[in-house]
């Protein structure tokens, strides 16, 4: 039998990224998710204190925001399909073992930015790791 006539149960290297490009991913993710919207009007504490909400808020020119959209937008398609992938597969709309599916499931749904998309989901940084994880568990990195 030929090589071709017998796929592997599990692709190797399904991944279009490593782990440790996700990694850092999550952490801008969460960098970001940690800011607050909106401005908190006089928090009536000391000067020190306030410092500290102030840091948490996001800031009209703070680069957290652009910079993860420019990282996850100059990505090509078969990784931002396989972020989004990722993403649900964390969250518990789909299993390893559907992998291909859900990437094609992603293909398919894309519309917009899919920066813009995981930035407006709470939790984004936890399912990714947690759909890492699962990945590398099943054997897909």
Do not use: C
Not at 93 to 116: F, M
């Amino acid at each position: 039998m030929s090589p071709h006539s017998d796929p592997p149960e599990r692709p190797m290297n399904a991944l279009p990224f490593d782990s440790a490009e996700i990694e850092e991913l999550v952490l801008r993710f969460n960098a970001v998710m940690a800011k607050e919207a909106t401005d908190i009007p006089d928090l009536g504490g000391n000067a020190t204190d306030d410092e500290i909400a102030e840091t948490l808020q996001e800031t009209q020119g703070d680069l957290s925001r652009d910079e993860i959209t420019q990282a996850i937008e100059s990505m090509n398609d078969e990784q931002k399909d396989a972020l989004v992938a990722l993403f649900w597969i964390g969250r518990g709309d789909a299993e390893p073992a559907e992998w291909e599916a859900t990437q094609a499931l992603a293909r398919q749904q894309h519309d917009g930015l899919v920066s813009r998309y995981l930035l407006g989901q709470p939790e984004v940084g936890e399912f990714l790791t947690t759909g890492l994880e699962l990945m590398e568990e099943y054997g897909l990195e």
